[in-house]
């Protein structure tokens, strides 16, 4: 089983940063990818971004290109989202999610292509 752990969840102003980081322990040798999703009261989990270990491809969800950055170490199975340019929408709980699925050309973007899931760390943007 793998075991992941989030921080850097906290508070932040429209236009400004946060980086949240998370940590895989256990049968992290057969982690293929790791991604973070969000969640808000009453709506479905929603994908964020991910990342492939296997030559470190990257996937965003459209309301998060080009202001969020997913970055990884896979040595010590720790994956960064650097969260830039924040709006209030970006105001979640994020979860960090381990895929032990090896995908050769499809894409993780889904709940279903995870299998190990954090507990979650709370994000709130103020406006």
């Known amino acids: 089983q793998v075991q992941l752990v989030e921080s850097g969840g906290g508070s932040g102003q429209a236009g400004g940063s946060l980086t949240l980081s998370c940590v895989a322990s256990?049968?992290?040798?057969?982690?293929?990818?790791m991604g973070w999703f969000r969640q808000t009261p009453g709506k479905e989990r929603e994908f964020v971004c991910a990342?492939?270990?296997?030559?470190?491809?990257?996937y965003y969800a459209d309301s998060v290109k080009g202001r969020f950055s997913i970055s990884g170490d896979n040595a010590k199975k720790t994956v960064y989202l650097q969260m830039n340019s924040l709006k209030p929408e970006d105001t979640a709980v994020y979860y960090c999610?381990?895929?032990?699925?090896?995908?050769?050309?499809?894409?993780?973007?889904?709940?279903?292509?995870?299998?190990?899931w954090g507990q979650g760390t709370q994000v709130i943007v103020s406006s």
């Open positions: 999610a381990a895929s032990p699925y090896f995908y050769n050309l499809r894409t993780y973007n889904a709940s279903a292509d995870f299998g190990s």
């Open positions: 256990g049968r992290t040798s057969r982690i293929y990818a």
């Open positions: 990342i492939r270990w296997s030559g470190l491809t990257t």
